[in-house]
């Protein structure tokens, strides 16, 4: 079982950053491939940034690559999602997610992949 609660969420003006936290506890995110998604008002859930269990492999959805950074630190147990150049349409509840196999090789954006979820932090970017 793996337990994650996300932090960092808040308003931001539009082309200013946040970063988002996921701190795991449970189980070790060494152990899994870890995943950031996204859900707007009244929209699907949706894939944003993956990392792997060793921290070698990213994975982004084209609409944050070069924007958004994943990256973990395993001496802290947590999962971080750097936002930079924020955009009105980045607006959405961000949720973080462990991987329902230990040790996966490849990294996956479909949501059943994922077993483990956190209760969501809320990002809003204001034009």
């Known amino acids: 079982q793996v337990h994650l609660v996300e932090s960092g969420g808040e308003l931001v003006q539009a082309g200013g950053s946040l970063r988002l936290s996921c701190a795991a506890s449970?189980?070790?995110?060494?152990?899994?491939?870890m995943g950031w998604f996204r859900q707007a008002p009244g929209k699907e859930r949706e894939f944003v940034a993956a990392i792997s269990w060793n921290g070698r492999g990213t994975d982004y959805v084209d609409s944050v690559k070069g924007r958004f950074t994943i990256s973990s630190d395993n001496a802290k147990n947590t999962v971080y999602l750097q936002m930079n150049s924020l955009k009105p349409e980045d607006t959405a509840d961000y949720y973080c997610a462990a991987d329902r196999l230990r040790g996966r090789i490849g990294l996956k954006r479909a949501r059943y992949e994922y077993a483990y979820w956190g209760q969501g932090a809320q990002v809003s970017v204001s034009s």
């Open positions: 449970g189980s070790t995110i060494s152990m899994y491939n």
